[in-house]
């Protein structure tokens, strides 16, 4: 049976530090579900289909990454994908805090699905949506931060703004 994780995250907008935890996902899945969240009390800049334009548009080359929206509890998503895993990246000690919470958290909800962290990249470290919101917003350049199909929905948002 092949093995499947969803990674899953709001990607407002998504990075070079989440393509980089998806692609090194696939070294220990056959196959990754992106899951981008609907998650309204966030007040994401992107509406949701956009974000998930985005991260699509991102992974054209992988035929092993699916993109898909969601809402709700994130174990259930895993359930309706048959997926085993949910795959986490960790930038910090202070991401482990949290993330070892949902994990345990998730474990409760359901014991048949397991958590698999994979730590950033050094280069990426210091990447988050928010600092990318950010840096955009004040004309700063972010072309090594995110995947090329980013930079003209922040642009155009940007020039609204």
């Not at 210091?126 to 350049?141: C, H, K, N």
């Given at each position: 049976?092949?093995?499947?994780?969803?990674?899953?995250?709001?990607f407002?907008?998504?990075?070079?530090?989440?393509?980089?935890?998806?692609?090194?996902?696939?070294?220990?899945?056959?196959?990754?579900i992106?899951?981008?969240?609907?998650?309204?009390?966030?007040?994401?800049?992107?509406?949701?289909?956009?974000?998930?334009?985005?991260?699509?548009?991102?992974?054209?080359d992988?035929?092993?990454v699916?993109?898909?929206a969601?809402?709700?509890?994130?174990?259930?998503?895993?359930?309706?994908?048959?997926?085993?895993?949910?795959?986490?990246?960790?930038?910090?000690?202070?991401?482990f805090?949290?993330?070892?919470?949902?994990?345990?958290?998730?474990?409760?909800?359901?014991?048949?699905?397991?958590?698999?962290?994979?730590?950033?990249?050094?280069?990426?470290?210091?990447?988050?949506?928010?600092?990318?919101?950010?840096?955009?917003?004040?004309g700063g350049d972010?072309?090594?931060?995110?995947p090329?199909?980013?930079?003209?929905?922040?642009?155009?948002?940007?020039?609204?703004?």
């Amino acid at each position: 049976m092949p093995r499947c994780a969803v990674y899953p995250g709001t990607f407002d907008p998504i990075t070079f530090g989440h393509v980089d935890v998806a692609r090194r996902g696939l070294t220990l899945f056959d196959r990754i579900i992106i899951g981008v969240a609907d998650n309204p009390a966030k007040s994401p800049l992107f509406d949701l289909e956009t974000r998930v334009a985005m991260v699509q548009q991102s992974f054209t080359d992988e035929t092993r990454v699916t993109v898909i929206a969601f809402n709700g509890l994130l174990v259930e998503l895993a359930r309706e994908q048959q997926a085993t895993a949910i795959l986490r990246g960790l930038r910090s000690a202070s991401d482990f805090e949290y993330e070892f919470q949902m994990a345990t958290m998730n474990r409760r909800l359901d014991a048949s699905i397991e958590t698999a962290f994979v730590m950033a990249r050094e280069d990426y470290t210091f990447v988050s949506s928010r600092f990318i919101r950010e840096i955009s917003s004040m004309g700063g350049d972010i072309t090594s931060l995110v995947p090329p199909p980013v930079i003209p929905h922040l642009h155009a948002k940007m020039q609204r703004a």
